[in-house]
């Protein structure tokens, strides 16, 4: 069964902090997103990859296809990063397979 | 910035009632998605559409569910007689290129409410 899974399910922080939420899936992943739903409820597209890592601004994304895992970071948090993170397997066929979210609240 | 658009932004109706919610994908996309999202639970898909047909669907999207693209820019998700657990967050996506391995694009969504 392909699936997603994201810990932790609810992260605070302090302005500055680095923070890093984790997602994991079940093999024959052709790629994984990231998104950021925001409090209003719209969902913004971070990140797509297959392999290695991307970065845009603060935020970076690595895949380890090995492991089965990728992980989202956030440098210098600050408080208009607070929002629910999502990671999404595309599974070679057109549906994304959500996780959880992982709703972060950064404080300053 | 090209976005998606999605009317309304919030509609409530009554259990039994036909429901149209619109999307306007991005101009020189050509693969086309609706997603719900139940409130406090996961982002699940509905159906993906290409070259003006259904290229998957979940099993969500039974025969009251039905999409269309009436004319070159709308994207119209069809609920034919809406149920209380239809009440729901929908999103509109839209992608350039096929699904697997491309980045999609979300409206806003259109929050559904069935009294």
């Known amino acids: 069964k392909n699936e997603v899974e994201q810990s932790p399910q609810n992260l605070t922080a302090q302005e500055e902090e680095f923070i890093t939420i984790n997602c994991s899936y079940s093999?024959?992943?052709?790629?994984l997103h990231w998104l950021q739903q925001h409090p209003g409820g719209g969902i913004v597209s971070l990140f797509m990859?297959?392999?290695g890592k991307k970065k845009h601004g603060r935020l970076i994304a690595t895949i380890n296809i090995q492991e089965k895992h990728s992980s989202l970071h956030i440098t210098a948090s600050h408080p208009r990063d607070s929002a629910v993170y999502i990671c999404?397997?595309?599974?070679?066929?057109?549906?994304?397979?959500f996780g959880t979210g992982t709703r972060l609240q950064v404080f300053p | 910035e090209p976005e998606v658009t999605q009317t309304p932004s919030h509609q409530v109706t009554q259990m039994g009632q036909e429901v149209i919610l619109r999307c306007v994908p991005i101009?020189?996309?050509?693969?086309f998605y609706w997603y719900r999202q139940i409130l406090g639970q996961k982002v699940e898909f509905l159906v993906s559409?290409?070259?003006?047909?259904?290229?998957?669907k979940s099993e969500i999207f039974d025969d009251q569910f039905s999409v269309e693209r009436p004319d070159g820019s709308n994207f119209t998700l069809k609920i034919r007689s809406t149920k209380l657990e239809d009440s729901a967050m929908y999103f509109c996506?839209?992608?350039?290129?096929?699904?697997?391995?491309?980045?999609?694009?979300f409206g806003p969504g259109t929050r559904l409410t069935v009294l």
């Open positions: 996506a839209s992608s350039e290129y096929s699904p697997q391995g491309n980045e999609q694009f």
């Open positions: 093999v024959g992943i052709s790629a």
């Open positions: 990859l297959s392999s």
């Open positions: 999404a397997g595309a599974y070679n066929t057109d549906k994304l397979i």
């Open positions: 101009s020189n996309h050509l693969y």
């Open positions: 559409f290409y070259n003006n047909e259904i290229s998957e």
